[in-house]
């Protein structure tokens, strides 16, 4: 009876979280909302409409080089299926894709935990206490989907490891490609799962070929023909999507409050003054400034006043992705490249103070105000639930990894650390928000069984025969 409860609890815990999240959310969720929500919609609706992949509605559709293309795909087929722009269709397949990420969560930590099943349900119980997850089903971004194939990523090179066999290699190339398309912040991650595949003991030398090529090229099969349109597109390639220079240039803007100011006033001055998205002027000097040296951009180990005029100009051209009408992609990824060609030069005249940006921003990752998703907080009176919920989590993650890795479980902790580290490290250099933590929350909760009574030890009577790999 206990069994069956713990197999059944986290799914009812999860049901529950995202039936209180969806009753209090009082959020618009407006195609012409000047957010991703808004975004993802208006390049659905272009995909259905007008065969382009664009978040302008109104005049030409300009080809949006900002965002991944399998959201807004997935979003425009089910339209397409429902002959409804009803968000309810979307909303459902996230629902439907948490809980199957609880149930994969279950099934790795059975297989890391060597085949104990009572380890893996309380793995999926703990994870299912995360609010932050459940919230993400009713939102229209990218977090939802991106849990569930990074967690599908993660069962297949587990699989692969405790049982062998090519087809998990296939699956776990395919769920790489589908990842990197959904949240190109994940472009780098194909090399700690390679790394992992590899390391496994029954990997020899004359193995090691065709086993990166069983991953690779499945994985390029989905990435490279949207790079291929990218290109042709804009002319520049591109892996997924463009964005790095506003999000380093931002990132540093956010914990130098001066200069942030300076910036704002300039493009309120931009926006105010519509002609000047097309000053010849300025766009010649970005033009010879991206051209010239690094050290034409910052003097006196300060951003001159053109400079930090131009930058303004080429974020105010970016953020136009969040406008009907938008520029055009080429000048947008232009502008993106001056950004992080300036974002650079500033961090090499201030490596010291660009590593407390770093810092800064790993703070405000892990610790910052928690903005459930939607900008704004979906229901106040729930806020002081979740924010604890986090901090416990943060707390017994610390203390549970410790008490593995002296129990000498590394394989149990490995995804959970690596994730954790991988996300922190890759989101920080650059602007972050709270909500890119979530998907180390979950690979968290299979660090806390660890404070169990019986510890993590294989108990034949719960479990089934497990290989550590």
């Not at 010849?280 to 910052?298: M, N």
């Not at 009907?324 to 001056?338: A, H, L, R, W």
């Not at 900008?375 to 604890?388: K, Q, S, V, W």
């Not at 490995?414 to 972050?432: E, K, Q, R």
């Amino acid at each position: 009876m206990c069994k069956r409860l713990l197999q059944v609890l986290p799914f009812v815990i999860a049901v529950s979280y995202m039936t209180a999240f969806s009753a209090v959310d009082s959020y618009p969720y407006s195609l012409s909302a000047p957010d991703d929500q808004g975004l993802f919609q208006r390049i659905a609706l272009n995909i259905l409409n007008r065969g382009a992949f664009s978040g302008s509605l109104a005049g030409k559709a300009i080809f949006c080089p900002t965002r991944p293309p399998l959201y807004p795909l997935i979003l425009a087929l089910t339209w397409k299926i429902t002959g409804s722009t009803s968000l309810l269709p979307i909303r459902l397949i996230q629902a439907v894709c948490y809980l199957f990420t609880l149930y994969f969560i279950s099934r790795i930590a059975t297989m890391v935990a060597d085949g104990n099943r009572r380890y893996g349900l309380f793995s999926a119980l703990f994870a299912s206490l995360i609010p932050f997850a459940a919230a993400a089903t009713h939102v229209i971004l990218t977090e939802s989907l991106t849990l569930f194939f990074l967690t599908v990523t993660v069962f297949f090179a587990v699989s692969f490891r405790t049982k062998s066999g090519l087809p998990s290699l296939f699956a776990l190339g395919a769920s790489l490609g589908l990842l990197i398309l959904l949240r190109p912040t994940f472009m780098l991650i194909p090399a700690l799962f390679l790394g992992y595949v590899l390391l496994s003991p029954k990997i020899k030398k004359k193995d090691v070929v065709p086993v990166v090529l069983a991953v690779v090229l499945p994985l390029a099969a989905l990435v490279v023909p949207w790079t291929m349109y990218v290109k042709s597109e804009t002319g520049t390639c591109t892996l997924v999507r463009t964005g790095v220079g506003l999000n380093l240039m931002t990132g540093i803007l956010q914990n130098n409050p001066p200069l942030l100011e300076d910036v704002r006033k300039n493009i309120v001055h931009f926006q105010k003054n519509a002609h000047a998205g097309n000053d010849l002027d300025l766009i010649k000097e970005r033009e010879s400034l991206v051209r010239s040296g690094r050290d034409t951009l910052i003097l006196g180990g300060q951003f001159p006043k053109h400079v930090l005029k131009l930058a303004s100009f080429c974020a105010y051209k970016y953020i136009s992705i969040w406008t009907s009408q938008p520029f055009t992609s080429s000048e947008i990824v232009e502008c993106d490249q001056f950004l992080k060609k300036t974002a650079l030069a500033w961090a090499e005249y201030h490596p010291f103070g660009y590593l407390q940006t770093v810092a800064a921003n790993a703070a405000t990752l892990m610790f910052g105000k928690f903005q459930p998703l939607v900008y704004h907080e979906i229901g106040p009176h729930l806020y002081l639930f979740t924010a604890a919920v986090r901090w416990a989590f943060l707390f017994f993650f610390i203390g549970g990894s410790v008490l593995l890795l002296k129990r000498r479980k590394f394989h149990v902790a490995f995804f959970p650390l690596a994730l954790v580290f991988y996300i922190i490290i890759v989101h920080s250099p650059m602007h972050t928000e709270p909500r890119y933590f979530i998907y180390a929350y979950s690979f968290m909760g299979m660090v806390l069984p660890a404070f169990l009574p019986g510890g993590i030890s294989n108990d034949p009577g719960r479990g089934e025969p497990g290989n550590r790999g």
